[in-house]
């Protein structure tokens, strides 16, 4: 069997803060690629708890007319700074493509923060709890200087200057801004409905009863989901903790999966000859 453990040595082998990008494409697009796009899925809905972020995206209509382009448009721009580095030739059009779509609304600076902050902490938890190795402290600060330089490239004022206190910035705001509103609500249906129109329609009740079970009391509260069965949440853990175990023991991912995700639904065998200027909406 091929070294599982390769691309550990690899990662702790380089500088978490100067190679921070080639860090997380390795640990996003070989390690960890299915564990990445189902937490930053999750992150989704807790940007929801927070009603001025939900008001802002229940008025652009984005998420109610075509919700999967929406998704897609979100991960492909971010798969291609991660991919690519966000000061290759790719990177500086993907991130002209995302401040030209922010610079459209008036978004609060801390709100702004807020979201960036999910892309680090969220795939960090989530890989802590279901993933099939730890993470390594260096893919943990590798994340934090990544999106830290990412986020100062969009303009994000005030992101704090260190893994531990952008941690505490993330977690006094969710304190703070978890309210329920019926943007949460609405801007969370669309996306839970848009999650289980993946799977058979026979299936779509199960999913939908998953996908809430791993949302945390406060975030059900916030956008207004009835809490499933406690059963139903041990079941879904337990089914992540076998998926866990059984990844540690298949090779290591040599394809790597980041913009030539096949689950990418809006652009079929995305990159091919689109850029990054091709996604967004008009």
Known sequence: MADRFANVRRITALDPERDAQEILRISTAYEFP?????????????????PSVSALLAATGEFERRPQKRYDDTALLMAELVDHGYDSARGKEALRVINRLHGRYDIAAADMRYVLSTFIYDPIEWISAYGW????????QAAFHFYRAVGARMGI?????????????????EAEHFTYADSNRQIGQYTLDLFCSWYPAWTRPAVSLAVRSLLESPMLAAVGFTPPPRWIG???RLGLR?????VRHLPPREVPRLTNDPGNRTYPGYPGSLSPSDLGAP
Do not use: M, N, Q
């Open 34 to 50: 299915w564990d990445y796009l189902r937490a930053l899925e999750f992150a989704l809905f807790r940007t929801y708890c927070v």
């Open 133 to 140: 190795r730890d993470l390594t402290d260096h893919e943990r």
């Open 234 to 236: 041990a079941l879904t």
């Open 242 to 246: 076998i998926r866990a175990r059984v």
């Open 157 to 173: 004022r005030g992101i704090p200057d260190s893994y531990e206190a952008f941690l505490a910035f993330k977690r006094d705001y």
